[in-house]
């Protein structure tokens, strides 16, 4: 078979040609479209320009427009020089007039009236109706929006009218808007159990409503319990953990688009030592009238907490026995996911700076960054991939009218890592551990600092098998760390309360005391390990599993099983030292059993 083919010449772009522009400049159409001189022309660019220049004449109220392309054309060498021309018939120019809100039970109309994008006698455009779609259904209050239009309807209340409703100004092309909605269950329960083979059984039940007073008022409440099966006993006691959380958010203070919210929580740890920790902090969110998606949140918090362990722990690593922080930052953040809750692509990153200082009662400085990142790709057969980071720095640290040594951070904000929110497959117990001996020199112990910098790595393929069934596959890694500052400071407090406590013990058993030391503290070097691949995942903690999302008619279903991969090794261990190996995967264990298992369900009411 032979295939004949006959090239031509290719068009390439010369100019546009407009004509019928009589309100709209062209120099505003050539802006949407580029295309540079001798451009390659397909049929894809005229697609484009026909699609852009027509979404743009309607967000300008143009609603009868026509536009009608065709192409000019002159041999030049060896090709056509292309000239696009475009007759554009504008028509009249709509604007909105009355619009109406049908189908509220609970909610106030003015929570629908100042999430409206478009007002009566702007002139019409959807671009504004799309965006107070998203508002609406970012509110969580509605099962279903939609619009309708008519050129001529009679409005219905209630309805917002134009400031000069009547029919002598009224403009002859107006077009009334119908916003019909239906409301959703506005309360919700959300309860599951876990189970983790080290620290036992754990419990969580969340409860919430999102429309009080019909206000848009939120108010949610949780407690979760953990086990800690294999804490330390002091004072011939155990306890659960516990965490207790109040929240109140307040939309629109003073009707102006700020939102108000007030948080208070108290937690109870047991880990090597019990912790008390109570915080209230409060937040003023605005969002840039520009970008809907920007956010700026101011805050403020104080907390207060306890620490109650054995002399040993106090004086080698607990910053205080208790500790008061005054606090204040700004958080920054930007949405341009395709979705909330099963996006598709798109990006997310918040950027949060938090300032401690000492006024008043309060005692502790410091500085602290906290960056989240998240990047959401299509990837084949429906598949999406999301990659993201999370990254916490604390510095500038130090206590008023505390000696050089104990210019630390208190117990309750050095940073953990591993369980649920971080690396799964792990408790929330990575990252750097003293190793030392009890006052007598008879006991030898490791217990959990946590650290002053903490990375975490996440990568998820997500497959939605129905609109309401999703399968993940997730990978993540992460650790934290103490900054050489502060383990400088941590080194000159080891060596004071060492002596102390041998002066204080008998001499026959000073030759049996171990100097505290920090292990298992892998410090990242930010601008040679980010871009040492290798370097950089010997520090971290990995893990791995699947995850199900399930949505029903009542809530939601969430399963996930992961399993820990690795764990870095200090120097010691791995020349065979046991004795400075911390097995965070519990090496007792057989591989199977290191699983960890969650489930929780989420139900409205």
């Known amino acids: 078979a032979t295939i004949k083919i006959r090239e031509g010449l ?25 295309l540079e001189k001798n451009q390659v022309l397909s049929k894809g660019v005229f697609q484009e320009i026909y699609t852009k220049f027509s979404e743009f004449y309607n967000n300008l109220g143009y609603l009868d427009h026509k536009i009608e392309l065709s192409v000019k054309r002159q041999i030049t060498g060896h090709y056509y020089a292309t000239d696009i021309h475009l007759n554009i018939e504008e028509g009249e120019r709509f604007k909105a007039g009355s619009i109406s809100i049908f ?4 909610t ?22 799309k965006k107070t779609y998203e508002k609406l259904r970012n509110l969580g209050l509605f099962r279903s929006i939609r619009f309708q239009y008519a050129d001529d309807s009679t409005p219905t209340l209630p309805t917002i009218e134009p400031e000069d409703s009547t029919t002598e100004n009224r403009p002859s092309h107006v077009r009334n808007i ?13 309860f599951g159990p876990g189970y983790n083979l080290f620290s036992g059984y754990q419990y969580a039940i969340e409860t919430a409503y999102n429309n009080l007073f019909g206000l848009g008022h939120k108010i949610l409440a949780r407690l979760s319990l953990n086990e800690r099966r294999n804490q330390d006993i002091f004072e011939s006691k155990t306890i659960f953990g516990s965490v207790f959380t109040l929240e109140y958010i307040f939309p629109f203070v003073g009707d102006l688009p700020l939102d108000f919210s007030l948080y208070g929580s108290r937690r109870i740890s047991a880990l090597s030592y019990w912790e008390y ?35 040993e722990q106090k004086n080698y690593f607990l910053a205080e ?7 204040g930052g ?25 300032k401690a200082m000492s006024i008043l009662f309060f005692h502790t400085e410091y500085d602290k960054w906290d960056l989240l990142m998240e990047l959401y790709q299509p990837a084949f057969n429906q598949l999406v991939w999301l990659l993201s980071l999370k990254f916490t720095k604390f510095s500038n640290i130090g206590i008023k009218g505390a000696e050089p040594g104990y210019q630390t951070l208190p117990a309750s904000e050095m940073l953990q890592t591993g369980g649920t929110d971080s690396v799964r497959g792990f408790d929330q117990l990575l990252g750097p551990y003293l190793l030392y001996t009890t006052g007598r ?11 002053t910098d903490r990375i975490i790595f996440s990568s998820k393929l997500r497959y939605p098998m129905s609109d309401h069934l999703a399968l993940n596959i997730f990978y993540e890694l992460g650790n934290s760390f103490i900054n050489d500052t502060t383990l400088s400071r941590y080194q000159m407090r080891f060596d004071r309360a060492s002596n102390d406590l041998m002066n204080t013990s008998s001499s026959s058993n000073n030759d049996s005391q171990v100097k505290p030391t920090v292990y298992d503290n892998y410090p990242i070097a930010y601008q040679e390990d980010l871009i040492r691949p290798l370097t950089l995942l010997s520090k971290l903690y990995s893990s791995a599993g699947l995850a199900i999302d399930y949505l029903t008619p009542i809530g939601s279903i969430g399963l996930s099983l992961s399993h820990p991969i690795y764990q870095p090794k200090s120097p010691a261990c791995l020349q065979g030292q046991t004795s400075f190996c911390l097995d965070r995967r519990g090496e007792s264990h057989p591989i199977l059993q290191r699983f960890k298992f969650d489930f929780t369900v989420v139900a409205r009411f």
């Open 321 to 327: 026995s208790n500790s008061r922080i005054f606090a």
């Open 108 to 129: 106030k109309y003015i929570v629908v009236q100042r999430n409206i994008m478009i007002k009566p006698g702007d002139f019409y455009s959807p671009q504004k109706l």
């Open 330 to 354: 700004i958080t920054v953040s930007q949405d341009l996911r395709d979705s909330h809750s099963w996006p598709t692509k798109g990006v997310f990153y918040e950027l949060t700076y938090e």
């Open 10 to 34: 290719p068009h390439l772009f010369n100019e546009f040609q407009f004509t019928g522009t009589h309100n709209v400049p062209p120099e505003r159409l050539t802006a949407l479209i580029h």
């Open 178 to 190: 119908s916003v019909l909605l239906e409301e959703t269950d506005h309360g919700m329960i959300t």
């Open 441 to 451: 020199g008879e006991e030898m112990k490791r217990d959990i600092m946590g650290g």
């Open 103 to 106: 189908g509220l039970q609970k």
């Open 277 to 311: 920790l109570t915080l209230l902090k409060q937040e003023l969110r605005y969002t840039i009238n520009r970008n809907k998606k920007t956010h700026i949140r101011l805050f403020t918090k104080q907390s207060s907490s306890s620490e109650i362990g054995t002399d």
